[in-house]
């Protein structure tokens, strides 16, 4: 069954923004944390970016999007979202959504493709 359902990839040109959005199903329990990772053809995945569920929602960024993607989340909607803006050529991959729970079991969305290319 899905669990994770995400939205908002496509084709974007370079300098552009797109949204990303992942929503969790409530069968997921006890989450502690939701977050993006990204793969691009021959590469590794790479972690993106995570956010705590509780508290003030702690977020962490890999170095190579720091100020220009966002991520946050809705509780209320077990949601989480990825802004990302000014985009680059070498930010074209397949993004994929994550959530781990407390008992550091981890769920995977089935992804979703970013390309930015003029």
């Known amino acids: 069954q899905v669990q994770l359902v995400e939205s908002g990839g496509g084709l974007v040109q370079p300098g552009g923004s797109l949204r990303l959005s992942c929503a969790a199903s409530?069968?997921?329990?006890?989450?502690?944390?939701m977050g993006w990772s990204r793969q691009a053809p021959g590469k590794e995945r790479e972690l993106v970016a995570t956010?705590?569920?509780?508290?003030?929602?702690?977020?962490n960024y890999a170095d190579s999007v720091k100020g220009r993607f966002t991520i946050s989340r809705d509780n209320a909607k077990n949601t989480v979202y990825l802004q990302m803006n000014s985009l680059k050529p070498e930010d074209t991959a397949v993004y994929y959504c994550?959530?781990?729970?407390?008992?550091?079991?981890?769920?995977w969305g089935q992804g979703t493709q970013v390309t930015v290319s003029s």
């Open positions: 409530s069968r997921i329990l006890s989450i502690n944390s």
């Open positions: 956010i705590t569920r509780g508290g003030n929602g702690n977020t």
């Open positions: 994550n959530v781990r729970t407390i008992y550091d079991m981890d769920f």
